[in-house]
């Protein structure tokens, strides 16, 4: 099927590749309970560079060891970096926990990211990425997992894949995101991302895509598709962000 027809708009081309990616990997699991912003927020932080185990560790160590983020919130990076090192860059990711910290501590008696929630998708990115640390893809994690918006956050996986299949022809992730904002049909957008992100772990690889087995075949417009018969690894299906509650 050539979907890039004129007929197909954005939003048809989406629905397109969303219902080929649930026929194959299945409608994945949603938390059963929707976690707090912030620690969406913590938990895109710790996930950055390593896997999502990893990452589900760190993000324990942190929720078994203080009961509340106004606790964690008196702790100096040195004293955060020691819980989540597991996640690798502690440094770099102890720093940014604090800053945010810091940051909401200035402005709140509790610490406190409740008060988006009413706020359009717009005014919330711009209010996330206004702390230091929070980029397009950790505001918009917040908007899918913790609000439930009909938002696309785009990682890596995300961008690499809509650009090989022809939905966008973007130079960034940002990019991509932006392309992709308000163009979702309803309801699509955490099976859409969870099952871009599986794509392209498993099949749709940075390095050479295995597109013998890819279910989007048909109406990829990648050039340099790859028919060599190569085994796909199956990766951890864990969501880190879908099991933060
Ligand atoms: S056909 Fe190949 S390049 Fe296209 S999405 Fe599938 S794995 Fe990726």
């Given at each position: 099927m050539n979907i890039f027809a004129v007929r197909f708009t954005m939003t048809n081309k989406i629905e397109i590749i969303n219902k080929l990616l649930i026929e194959h990997f299945g409608v994945p699991p949603k938390a059963k309970k929707l976690p707090d912003p912030l620690d969406t927020i913590i938990g895109t932080i710790l996930s950055q560079n390593t896997n999502d185990n990893n990452s589900y560790k760190a993000y324990r160590n942190l929720k078994d060891n203080f009961k509340t983020l106004d606790e964690l919130a008196l702790l100096k990076p040195f004293q955060i970096e020691k819980y989540i090192k597991i996640a690798g860059l502690g440094k770099q990711k102890s720093k940014a926990i604090y800053e945010l910290l810091k940051n909401l501590k200035k402005t709140q008696s509790k610490v406190s990211l409740r008060y988006i929630k009413k706020a359009s998708n717009e005014e919330i990115l711009n209010e996330l990425t206004s702390?230091?640390?929070?980029?397009v893809k950790t505001a918009s994690c917040v908007l899918l997992f913790s609000l439930d918006r009909n938002v696309c956050p785009v990682d890596t996986h995300v961008h690499r894949t809509l650009n090989r299949i022809g939905l966008v022809k973007t130079k960034s992730p940002e990019k991509t995101f932006l392309s992709l904002l308000n163009k979702l049909p309803v309801g699509t957008a955490h099976s859409f991302h969870t099952n871009l992100i599986r794509l392209g772990r498993e099949i749709c690889k940075a390095q050479k895509p295995i597109c013998s087995i890819c279910p989007l075949v048909e109406i990829c417009k990648y050039e340099h598709k790859n028919f060599e018969t190569t085994k796909s690894n199956?990766?951890?299906?864990?969501m880190l962000l879908d099991n933060l509650s």
């Open positions: 702390y230091k640390g929070v980029g199956r990766a951890s299906s864990f």
